[in-house]
Every structure is written in structure tokens, then in C-alpha cells.
């Protein structure tokens, strides 16, 4: 880590074994940066960010002092307080498990295997330590002697490891040293509490009594799992992981910054005095891009009601430096999510979702601007190109004779496929300001485009039966014909009236969304 911090400008950035690896690593390392340069509450966060950002390094001294008073609380194998561990943590029976225990692509029967590793190497062992505390996934643990949880040899359930919950955030920027400044928010509410696992007392095999999120800094770190390594002296040999301390995961809206937020009406109604947010998590399949109006939400309406989203505090924070001109105005904010969607009960892993997207940095200001219309437009006119796919698709079905749901999914899944790059490149090149009217239009047009072609392509294989075609009920309860001609002539006015051709329409829709 320290030949890391040295040297950050000359790394792209971090490419471990899995993305959830590569977070749940950044954002240990942050930890180590919050606390080496804003331990306490700067009187100009925007200026000392600066300073920051237009250094060549990170600031070495700071960093080389704070490492070198936390030396020890780093070591993997120390006998009395190793780096994320409990040093005498054990159960019953003394048992222990396989290190592939801490690797969540060994643990999906099959679906992530690289390897089934009976040894780990300290590296190895130490990113997936890391990795387990952030992902660990939930479900009965061993139960460790001293935990009061424990009933018959067993830790029952207490949920995901923190990062788990989250749809993680963030953004990237051209090496190491940026993405690392870029997710360092400097005017976030400071707390003498918050601190990293390893600035307090050596853990336990017993929950923390009493214990409190003080800050983002705390979260970085969190202790969901006890765990214990056991080694040789030169590899780790086999593991054993506990039960930890269960995150409050419905109150840290104010503290967790890396992931967005959507309300939860359920949650609310049972906190009763409190208005609940819950990290938002990705949906496996989806291109992150559909959900723009989640990722890049306008608050603080005069409705009265709750905003339905909140924005990651990382985003808030790049739009505020580009709007106090620290950034430029109209720089390119790439950000990289990241999450893990689980199986039943959340006690197995399923997929490690990933994704990257650019957009103009003001695009996250939280405040309503007609070019978020303008973009959430866009989004919403691919998404009915793709839904006008899907009725054609199931409508050559019904006139060939077969089941709708396989071709409607097919048609999906290729419309969505062949929009995504086209979409990400037109809004890495979206400019607030610039003819925005004329580029939702210019979008309109290519993806209407596409989806014509694709819909060309799905008439032409819809065989000889669909030409004859079938009686089918319509949703009235009459009857019609079904053939591959009534099925275009819907589909072109479907996409006609979905995918405009003139920019007076377009305009006008972004005008009415506002």
C-alpha cells in the first residue's frame, strides 16, 4: 500500500482477481488517504481539495507518518491484533475451513470458478480478507467461542457485509491518483468517531456493545465478519469466518457516499418518525444507463413528498467542484459500479455485476436543468424502440402459431444490445449547453434507425406460417387476423409515434418532463 500511495500516478488503477475485489480494496485504501490528509474538518474543503488535485503526488509525508504510527495493525500475521482479523478467534471444536471460503467465485457452484485454491499466498489472502469483510455474503456462520449470538455451535444470519447492500459508485479518473482524489470528499460531516477498524481496539470474537456509524470513513472498514487466517509462516492454509457486527443499514444515508439511494416506503412506515433510504443496488442485466434518472436524481422538490432517489455523495461532490470551478465545468466524469446480486435468503453468491459509464460532470448536479430532461428523454425513447421490438416480436409469434415469451425476450435483449454502445457514446459526447434540443433528436434518429433494421431482420425470419397467419383475441376480447403485414404496419407506427422524426416533438417532450 505504500509503494502504491507513492506511486498512484503511475497506475491506471486496480485490476484484481474480481471487481468487487478492486472496491472493496479502493476503498481501503481511502481510508488510509481520509485519514493521512482530512482527519479533522478543513476551513476551505474546495481549497484544500485543489491543492490536492494539482499536485504531481499524493502528499507523501502525510501519508508515510500515518502509516508509520499504523505499521503494525497492518500485519496479516500478528499474533495479538492481525490486519481485519481476531487473532484467538475459534469455535467448539476447534474447526477451521478451506481459504476458498473467503473467494465468492468459488462459492457459486461453478458459475465464477477460476481456481479452488487449497493455499493462499499473504497477497492473496490479504485482498480476500478485504473482499469478504465488504461481500461476504449472509447465511449460518461457525459460531466463535465468545459470541454471545452463538446457539448450538452455530452464528445465525446477520446479513451481507456492507458493500453488499450497495450498488457501489466510483469515479474514475485517468490513473490512480485522480480516481483516489475523486472519491475523497472533503466536506463531508467530520466526527472524532470516525475512524478505520484498525485505529481501534483489536476485535473480538464478542459484537462491539454499543457501537455507532460516526462516518463514511468507519463504513470503509466495517468489521461484518469476524475472521481468522491460519498459516505456516508462508501461506495461509485454511480459515475461519464469524459472525461480526451487523451494519444499521437503513439510517446511513448521510454517511455512506459511494453508493445512490432510493426511498423505501416499507421502511419507513416501519421506522415511523423517520423518512428511510436504502443503498440502491444494480439489477443484473441492465445496463446502468437505464436507470439515469435513479443514478443522476433531481432533489429537493416543493412537492412535499420524499425525493424517490437520493445521488452518490462522490457524484454530489464532482459536480460541486466543476461548479466552483476546481474542475473544469464541462469535464468528462466517467464513473465504474459495481455489485453482487445473491441468491435466496442472500446466503450464496449469484453474478458480480460491472459496468462504466461518461457524462458531462454537471449532469450530476442534483438541482432540476432542462438537460437532464433532455438526457432522461433519450433514455426513455431507447428503452420504447426496445418495448416496440418486443410487441412486434410477440405479435410474429402469435401469427406463426408459437409461444410469445421467448421471442419478445430474444427481441429485448437484442434491441438493448445493439443500443448500448451507440447510446454511451452519444452521452459521453451530450454538452450541456450545446444544441440539446438537436441532440436528443439526433439520438431519436439513430436509434430509430436500429431499431428498424433489427425489426427488418425479425420479420424476415418469421417463417411461412406467420405470412398465412392466426385468429388471436385482442385485450377488447374481439377477434383479428394476425400477419406478418399487420404486425409491421404496428410496429413502423409504434416506432413513428415513440421515435419522432421532427425536433419541435422533441423539444416539446424535454419542456413538458420539466
Same mark, same amino acid.
Given at each position: 500500500?505504500?509503494?502504491?500511495?507513492?506511486?498512484?500516478?503511475?497506475?491506471?488503477?486496480?485490476?484484481?482477481?474480481?471487481?468487487?475485489?478492486?472496491?472493496?480494496?479502493?476503498?481501503?485504501?481511502?481510508?488510509?488517504?481520509?485519514?493521512?490528509?482530512?482527519?479533522?474538518?478543513?476551513?476551505?474543503?474546495?481549497? %484544500?481539495?485543489? =491543492?490536492?488535485?494539482?499536485?504531481?503526488?499524493?502528499?507523501?509525508?502525510?501519508?508515510?507518518?500515518?502509516?508509520?504510527?499504523?505499521?503494525?495493525?497492518?500485519?496479516?500475521?500478528?499474533?495479538?491484533?492481525?490486519?481485519?482479523? #481476531?487473532?484467538?478467534?475459534?469455535?467448539? =471444536?476447534?474447526?477451521?475451513?478451506?481459504?476458498?471460503?473467503? *473467494?465468492?467465485?468459488?462459492?457459486?457452484?461453478?458459475?465464477?470458478?477460476?481456481?479452488?485454491?487449497?493455499?493462499?499466498?499473504?497477497?492473496?489472502?490479504?485482498?480476500?480478507?478485504?473482499?469478504?469483510? %465488504?461481500?461476504?455474503?449472509?447465511?449460518?456462520?461457525?459460531?466463535?467461542?465468545?459470541?454471545?449470538? &452463538?446457539?448450538?455451535?452455530?452464528?445465525?444470519?446477520?446479513?451481507?457485509?456492507?458493500?453488499?447492500?450497495?450498488?457501489?459508485?466510483?469515479?474514475?479518473?485517468?490513473?490512480?491518483?485522480?480516481?483516489?482524489?475523486?472519491?475523497?470528499?472533503?466536506?463531508?460531516?467530520?466526527?472524532?468517531?470516525?475512524?478505520?477498524?484498525?485505529?481501534?481496539?483489536?476485535?473480538?470474537?464478542?459484537?462491539?456493545?454499543?457501537?455507532?456509524?460516526?462516518?463514511?470513513?468507519?463504513?470503509?472498514?466495517?468489521?461484518?465478519?469476524?475472521?481468522?487466517?491460519?498459516?505456516?509462516?508462508? #501461506?495461509?492454509?485454511? &480459515?475461519? &469466518?464469524?459472525?461480526?457486527?451487523?451494519?444499521?443499514?437503513?439510517?446511513?444515508?448521510?454517511?455512506?457516499?459511494?453508493?445512490?439511494?432510493?426511498?423505501? /416506503?416499507?421502511?419507513?412506515?416501519?421506522?415511523?418518525?423517520?423518512?428511510?433510504?436504502?443503498?440502491?443496488s444494480f439489477e443484473p442485466g441492465r445496463a446502468v444507463w437505464r436507470g439515469l434518472e435513479s443514478l443522476l436524481p433531481v432533489t429537493g422538490g416543493d412537492s412535499g413528498k420524499p425525493d424517490a432517489a437520493k445521488p452518490a455523495g462522490v457524484l454530489d461532490w464532482s459536480a %460541486? $467542484?466543476?461548479?466552483?470551478?476546481?474542475?473544469?465545468?464541462?469535464?468528462?466524469?466517467?464513473?465504474?459500479? &459495481?455489485?453482487?446480486?445473491?441468491?435466496?435468503? *442472500?446466503?450464496?453468491?449469484?453474478?458480480? $455485476?460491472?459496468? /462504466?459509464?461518461?457524462?458531462?460532470v454537471r449532469l450530476a448536479l442534483t438541482q432540476h436543468t432542462q438537460a437532464k430532461d433532455y438526457v432522461f428523454a433519450a433514455v426513455s425513447r431507447a428503452v420504447a424502440g426496445v418495448a416496440a421490438l418486443r410487441h412486434l416480436a410477440g405479435n410474429l409469434a402469435q401469427a406463426a402459431g408459437g409461444p410469445t415469451d421467448a421471442a419478445q425476450q430474444s427481441a429485448e435483449l437484442r434491441g438493448y444490445a445493439e443500443l448500448d454502445r451507440p447510446f454511451r457514446d452519444w452521452l459521453r459526447d451530450f454538452r450541456i449547453g450545446a444544441?440539446?434540443?438537436?441532440?436528443?433528436?439526433?439520438?431519436?434518429?439513430? %436509434?430509430?434507425?436500429?431499431?428498424?433494421?433489427?425489426?427488418?431482420?425479425?420479420?424476415?425470419?418469421?417463417?411461412?406460417?406467420?405470412?398465412?397467419?392466426?385468429?388471436? =383475441?385482442?385485450?377488447?376480447?374481439? /377477434?383479428?387476423?394476425?400477419?406478418?403485414?399487420?404486425?409491421?404496419?404496428?410496429?413502423?407506427? /409504434?416506432?413513428?409515434? =415513440?421515435?419522432?422524426?421532427?425536433?419541435?416533438?422533441?423539444?416539446?417532450?424535454?419542456?413538458?418532463?420539466?
Open positions: 500500500m505504500r509503494d502504491l500511495l507513492a506511486h498512484a500516478q503511475d497506475y491506471r488503477g486496480l485490476a484484481g482477481e474480481l471487481p468487487i475485489q478492486d472496491f472493496a480494496l479502493l476503498r481501503v485504501i481511502l481510508a488510509v488517504l481520509y485519514r493521512a490528509v482530512d482527519a479533522e474538518q478543513a476551513a476551505d474543503p474546495l481549497g %484544500a481539495w485543489q =491543492k490536492l488535485w494539482e499536485a504531481d503526488e499524493l502528499p507523501q509525508e502525510q501519508i508515510e507518518e500515518y502509516l508509520r504510527r499504523w505499521h503494525d495493525r497492518f500485519d496479516l500475521f500478528h499474533p495479538n491484533a492481525p490486519f481485519f482479523q #481476531v487473532a484467538d478467534l475459534h469455535t467448539a =471444536k476447534d474447526g477451521s475451513k478451506g481459504v476458498d471460503l473467503l *473467494m465468492p467465485d468459488s462459492l457459486s457452484d461453478g458459475l465464477f470458478v477460476q481456481r479452488r485454491p487449497t493455499t493462499l499466498t499473504p497477497a492473496e489472502a490479504a485482498r480476500w480478507l478485504i473482499t469478504c469483510q %465488504a461481500y461476504d455474503c449472509s447465511g449460518i456462520k461457525s459460531g466463535a467461542v465468545g459470541d454471545p449470538r &452463538v446457539s448450538g455451535g452455530r452464528g445465525y444470519p446477520i446479513g451481507v457485509g456492507w458493500a453488499g447492500w450497495m450498488g457501489g459508485i466510483t469515479v474514475t479518473g485517468e490513473n490512480l491518483r485522480e480516481t483516489l482524489l475523486l472519491n475523497l470528499v472533503l466536506d463531508r460531516p467530520h466526527d472524532s468517531g470516525d475512524r478505520p477498524i484498525w485505529e481501534e481496539e483489536p476485535l473480538t470474537a464478542m459484537p462491539r456493545s454499543g457501537v455507532v456509524v460516526h462516518g463514511q470513513v468507519a463504513l470503509l472498514t466495517w468489521p461484518q465478519r469476524r475472521i481468522r487466517l491460519f498459516h505456516d509462516g508462508e #501461506v495461509v492454509t485454511a &480459515v475461519l &469466518v464469524c459472525n461480526g457486527d451487523p451494519v444499521p443499514y437503513t439510517t446511513l444515508l448521510n454517511d455512506e457516499l459511494m453508493t445512490a439511494w432510493r426511498y423505501s /416506503e416499507a421502511q419507513t412506515k416501519k421506522a415511523k418518525h423517520r423518512t428511510v433510504y436504502m443503498p440502491r %460541486a $467542484l466543476a461548479v466552483n470551478g476546481v474542475l473544469a465545468e464541462d469535464r468528462l466524469t466517467t464513473i465504474t459500479t &459495481v455489485g453482487v446480486q445473491y441468491g435466496p435468503q *442472500m446466503a450464496s453468491f449469484e453474478e458480480v $455485476l460491472h459496468d /462504466e459509464l461518461a457524462f458531462d444544441d440539446e434540443p438537436g441532440a436528443l433528436q439526433a439520438w431519436t434518429d439513430q %436509434a430509430r434507425q436500429i431499431v428498424l433494421s433489427i425489426g427488418r431482420e425479425i420479420s424476415a425470419s418469421a417463417g411461412t406460417a406467420a405470412w398465412i397467419g392466426r385468429k388471436v =383475441k385482442t385485450r377488447q376480447g374481439t /377477434e383479428l387476423s394476425m400477419t406478418i403485414g399487420l404486425a409491421d404496419r404496428r410496429f413502423r407506427a /409504434e416506432v413513428a409515434e =415513440k421515435l419522432p422524426y421532427r425536433p419541435s416533438e422533441s423539444t416539446q417532450e424535454a419542456n413538458d418532463r420539466g
